[in-house]
Antibody, heavy 119, light 113 residues
Framework: EVQLVESGGGLVQPGGSLRLSCAAS????????MSWVRQAPGKAPEWVAN????????YYVDSVKGRFTISRDNAKNSLFLQLNSLRAEDTAVYYC????????????WGLGTLVTVSS | DIVMTQSPDSLAVSLGERATINCKSS????????????LAWYQQNPGQPPKLLIY???TRASGVPDRFSGSGSGTDFTLTISSLQAEDVAVYYC?????????FGQGTKLEIK
């Protein structure tokens, strides 16, 4: 059974940093493109970033470029998102998700981890 | 960026009746090389992640009841629930995965009349 379990969320002040993790199991992690999708309270999901199977390519939505970094450790079946220079508008539930290829729909989602940016 | 616009924002339908949700993309999401529409539909319940219902605009995901169907091509798409059940109350989103940044519609809240 495919499982994606996010962790690392919490309350952080504006300008602060967090590192989110996603532990994957039940599939061959290194064969899949992986993504982060966030959802602010009461809003639609927003795609944040994705990363190639071997980690050699990463793509970001403009609003997080230069502040967020997606990475992965295939040996540990783990996906990461480093969040720097956080703003109030980054407050959201952050989900890891996958659909195999970079341009596939997302079959699998974690339950998410909540990031709250507030003073 | 490709903007996804859903209509209506909310919808109330009687049990057993048909529900129809529309989604329009600002650019075509039909890939000429494989004739596939890079359009998905998700269902989301409170406190849960989105659940994939339909991909390639009209292919049902595994385990999705056949009362759910997707149609459309290019820029105009429709999700239809043929006979509404109580468990279908949720928010529905369309999603284009044709080009990054991948984008979602604003959502349609489906309720029982």
């Amino acid at each position: 059974e495919v499982q994606l379990v996010e962790s690392g969320g919490g309350l952080v002040q504006p300008g602060g940093s967090l590192r989110l993790s996603c532990a994957a199991s039940g599939f061959t992690f290194s064969n899949f493109w992986m993504s982060w999708v966030r959802q602010a309270p009461g809003k639609a999901p927003e795609w944040v970033a994705n990363i190639k199977r071997d980690g050699s390519e990463q793509y970001y939505v403009d609003s997080v470029k230069g502040r967020f970094t997606i990475s992965r450790d295939n040996a540990k079946n783990s996906l990461f998102l480093q969040l720097n220079s956080l703003r109030a508008e980054d407050t959201a539930v952050y989900y890891c998700a996958t659909g195999y290829n970079w341009n596939d729909a997302y079959d699998y989602w974690g339950l998410g981890t909540l990031v709250t940016v507030s003073s | 960026d490709i903007v996804m616009t859903q209509s209506p924002d909310s919808l109330a339908v009687s049990l057993g009746e048909r529900a129809t949700i529309n989604c329009k993309s600002s650019q075509s999401v039909l890939h000429s090389s494989n004739n596939k529409n890079y359009l998905a539909w998700y269902q989301q319940n409170p406190g849960q992640p989105p659940k994939l219902l339909i991909y390639w605009a009209s292919t049902r995901a595994s385990g999705v009841p056949d009362r759910f169907s997707g149609s459309g091509s290019g820029t105009d798409f429709t999700l239809t629930i043929s006979s509404l059940q109580a468990e279908d109350v949720a928010v529905y989103y369309c999603h284009q995965y044709y080009r990054t940044p991948f984008t979602f519609g604003q959502g349609t809240k489906l309720e029982i009349k």
